[in-house]
Nanobody, 125 residues
Framework: EVQLVESGGGLVQAGGSLRLSCVAS????????IAWFRQAPGKEREAVSC????????YYTNSVKGRFTMSSDKAKNTVYLEMDHVKPEDTAVYFC??????????????????WGQGTQVTVSS
């Protein structure tokens, strides 16, 4: 059974930093693309970043480029999202998700079939 467990959320001041972790189990890390999504109150869920399964290329949505860094530690089956220079608009519940299959491009949202429970990130101004 695929399981994803996020941690690391909390309250941070604008301009500060936070690191989210997602521990994965129940699957071979390299066979899945892993992504971070977020959903703010009243807004649609959006993909924030993704590491593709084929070559580990990392992609970011424009609003976080240069501020967020996604990385993975295959030995620990863990992915991270380092959030620097955070802004109030980064406030959301952050989820990690997994999409099965070898891919060198970011899979569509619908391809992510396994999800964690989410961790709340709140950025104060």
């Amino acid at each position: 059974e695929v399981q994803l467990v996020e941690s690391g959320g909390g309250l941070v001041q604008a301009g500060g930093s936070l690191r989210l972790s997602c521990v994965a189990s129940g699957f071979v890390f390299g066979d899945y693309s892993i992504a971070w999504f977020r959903q703010a109150p009243g807004k649609e869920r959006e993909a924030v970043s993704c590491i593709t399964s084929q070559d580990g290329t990392t992609y970011y949505t424009n609003s976080v480029k240069g501020r967020f860094t996604m990385s993975s530690d295959k030995a620990k089956n863990t992915v991270y999202l380092e959030m620097d220079h955070v802004k109030p608009e980064d406030t959301a519940v952050y989820f990690c998700a997994a999409s099965r299959g070898i891919s060198d491009v970011v899979p569509p949202d619908s391809a992510f079939g396994s999800w964690g429970q989410g961790t709340q990130v709140t950025v104060s101004s």
